[in-house]
């Protein structure tokens, strides 16, 4: 079974500066890979996903994503953190045979003025 | 489109009583899925449905819960007798039909509190 590891529960940066959080996801294929972000109070939404080709995938809010087959890894990262950037992200993997998706237990970014 | 919408979104009840959470998938969308998030577990998968039909509910915690389908446009969980461990933020999300590549659209949730 597929599984998700974020390995920061809470991080914090300052406005303007480079954020990176990490996934990591165990899956014996190539898996599809998404980062979710949630705002207090409110449901996920989806900031972007990996099925194939590029590595490198952009998503919204100026945010992208590197996956790395060699390190299992999916990190998310934005080169300029705004204070509204300020929330809960998850990253999830999904599978060719199953709909569902399994989620990491989720960075909480916090952003200093 | 109007997104995923789930009712109510916050309910408090006391221990022992039924609750009856509601989601209306986005239109066109196949699969239909609840979650639980807690401090403690995280997002669970507690059961999801593909065309109305239950696919896996190896998620649901026990007994106490139960969800159904009676069609395309309307889902229920259902926790009957509810318990204070059950409080939690429960999630309802819709995908399109396109196996582990569709992403969810969740909707905003509801808090459940049981005293």
């Known amino acids: 079974a597929q599984s998700v590891t974020q390995p920061d529960i809470h991080i914090t940066v300052s406005e303007g500066a480079s954020l990176e959080l990490r996934c990591n996801y165990s899956?014996?294929?190539?898996?599809?890979l998404f980062w979710y972000v949630q705002s207090p109070g409110q449901g996920l939404q989806l900031l972007l996903k990996?099925?194939?080709?590029?590595?490198l995938v952009q998503g919204i809010k100026g945010f992208e994503a590197e996956f790395k087959r060699s390190q299992s890894s999916f990190n998310l990262r934005k080169p300029s953190v705004h204070w509204s950037d300020a929330a809960e992200y998850f990253c999830?993997?999904?599978?060719?045979?199953?709909?569902?998706?399994?989620f990491g237990t989720g960075t909480r970014l916090q952003v200093t003025l | 489109d109007a997104g995923v919408i789930q009712s109510p979104r916050h309910e408090v009840t006391e221990m022992g009583q039924e609750v009856t959470l509601r989601c209306k998938p986005i239109?066109?969308?196949?699969?239909l899925f609840w979650y639980r998030q807690t401090m403690m577990r995280g997002l669970e998968l507690l059961i999801y449905?593909?065309?109305?039909?239950?696919?896996?509910d190896s998620g649901m915690p026990e007994d106490r819960f139960s969800a159904k389908m009676p069609n395309a446009s309307f889902s229920t969980l259902k926790i009957q007798p509810s318990e204070p461990r059950d409080s939690a933020v429960y999630f309802c999300?819709?995908?399109?039909?396109?196996?582990?590549?569709?992403?969810?659209?969740f909707g905003n949730g509801t808090r459940l509190t049981v005293t």
């Open positions: 899956y014996g294929a190539t898996p599809y």
């Open positions: 449905f593909n065309n109305n039909v239950p696919i896996d």
């Open positions: 999300a819709s995908s399109q039909s396109t196996g582990g590549r569709s992403p969810l659209h």
């Open positions: 990996y099925f194939s080709g590029d590595t």
């Open positions: 239109s066109g969308h196949d699969y």
């Open positions: 999830a993997v999904g599978t060719g045979t199953a709909s569902k998706l399994t």
